[in-house]
């Protein structure tokens, strides 16, 4: 656990499978998706689901999950596996955290789905199908840009996926939003932790009746919890971070991916704009099963070039804010003694004590919105030889600065600051 800066909530489990706070062999996380994956399979399917090759594939996934060496052949073992649900499913993920939780647990399926994150950028041409408040976060507004206008509008069943579900009123909020406007009979909550207390659970029974619906709920663990009084820790500052003496070049390229743009821009809560194009495959827009080729072969010929530009034995990759699935897939194929880890917006206390979940804190702008300060947790300098950082779209060079000037003092070897685009460009950042 560790010391939430959030007069909402002062806690906050740190997840070792997820890939955010703490760096994590790249298919672990994407195991965890997985793994939920399974347990909804299981749920729709009923006793035809429960035989030995779902055993297999259920114990595969949990010990890939504790034992990271194990976790690429689980991983793939499952994707070959082929799994089709019964009916079309359309998985939502939570921003920021649960972007690529989500994305993951979709991904599983072979065809008959479909997925889409919720996103708190404002791209002014688009509008939002739906739209709710998080309560308990820092920054609570939820969007959803669905470029495809049936993608809600139908029966099917929707999944809704988060890492934590503590009171279950995002889920809820959620929920009302859509059922108002998109009206369907079944909703499933998927979580990696579920901490629901009896009343919380009781709320969703409430609202299976208030709007008759069903809503079921999955999680890889469940239990109960209390939390009373206030941290007590030799709090530091949470920017503040030991820096190594030397630094390491910052090296830029654009690699490209051959991917589809969408080309609507961004504005900051400066009012700035930024016209660079965005990645329509990413999940913020939505994507179906039948996008997932192409998808794949955009990770492999990305993971390919940033493969060679390894140059010591171990690498970070690093995602940014919600930017989170594609740079875990990449990560996951360039090779031996590569972690994954994301940047994040949730502010954390520090506190290097051995059973505490944040020893370090770096803090620093976000390049997509410097009125937002975003965290690099974990991360202790010479830890790796190179450390690559992936942005899915242009920014100007002032706005990453305050990121790389910090990964650089992080970094044994080099940074690598990786531009995804659709061809190849020269030159450095722009502004």
Not at 77 to 83: G, I, S, T
Request: hydrophobic fraction near 40%; glycine fraction near 8%.
């Amino acid at each position: 656990m560790a010391a939430r800066i959030n007069k909402k909530r002062s806690f906050l489990f740190v997840s070792k499978v997820l890939g955010k706070h703490i760096p994590v062999n790249p298919y672990t996380p994407l195991l965890s998706g997985a793994a939920l994956a399974l347990l909804l399979y299981r749920e729709m399917n009923g006793e035809a689901a429960y035989d030995s090759m779902m055993d297999r594939l259920l114990d595969q996934a949990v010990q890939g999950m504790i034992h990271p060496e194990y976790a690429e052949a689980a991983y793939h073992d499952l994707l070959e596996a082929r799994l089709v649900l019964p009916e079309r499913v359309l998985f939502i993920g939570f921003a920021e955290t649960a972007t690529a939780l989500g994305h993951s647990m979709y991904n599983i399926f072979a065809a008959g789905a479909s997925y889409i994150h919720t996103t708190r950028e404002d791209i002014p041409q688009l509008a939002s199908v739906v739209s709710f408040e998080e309560e308990h976060s820092h920054a609570v507004d939820h969007l959803c840009y669905a470029l495809n206008a049936e993608l809600l509008s139908g029966e099917e069943p929707i999944v809704l996926v988060d890492d934590e579900i503590t009171t279950g009123n995002t889920a809820i909020n959620t929920i009302r939003d859509i059922q108002s406007k998109f009206p369907r009979k079944e909703y499933v909550v998927a979580s990696l932790l579920d901490w629901r207390s009896d009343s919380n659970i009781q709320a969703y029974r409430n609202l299976e009746q208030e709007l008759g619906i069903r809503i079921r709920a999955l999680s890889l663990l469940q239990g109960t919890i209390e939390v009373t009084g206030t941290p007590q820790l030799n709090l530091v500052e949470s920017g503040s971070h030991t820096f190594s003496a030397t630094e390491a070049p910052v090296i830029i390229t654009y690699v490209q991916d051959g991917l589809e743009r969408l080309n609507v821009t961004s504005a900051d809560s400066l009012g700035e704009i930024n016209a660079s194009p965005y990645l329509r495959q990413s999940g913020r827009f939505g994507v179906e099963s039948q996008d997932n080729r192409q998808l794949d072969q955009g990770i492999a010929q990305v993971a390919s070039q940033l493969r060679a530009l390894r140059e010591g034995a171990t690498a970070l990759v690093l995602g940014v804010g919600e930017f989170m699935y594609l740079p875990m897939r990449i990560a996951a194929e360039m090779g031996e003694g590569v972690k994954y880890q994301s940047s994040t917006r949730s502010p954390i206390h520090p506190d290097r004590r051995p059973d505490y979940g944040v020893h370090s804190a770096a803090a620093y702008p976000s390049a997509g919105d410097p009125g937002i300060s975003n965290y690099i947790y974990n991360v202790d300098p010479g830890r790796y030889d190179d450390i690559f950082v992936l942005l899915e779209r242009d920014v100007p060079r002032r706005r990453i600065e305050p990121m790389t000037d910090i990964l650089k003092r992080l970094a044994g070897n080099k940074v690598h600051l990786v531009i995804l685009a659709p061809d190849t460009e020269e030159g450095g950042l722009a502004g």
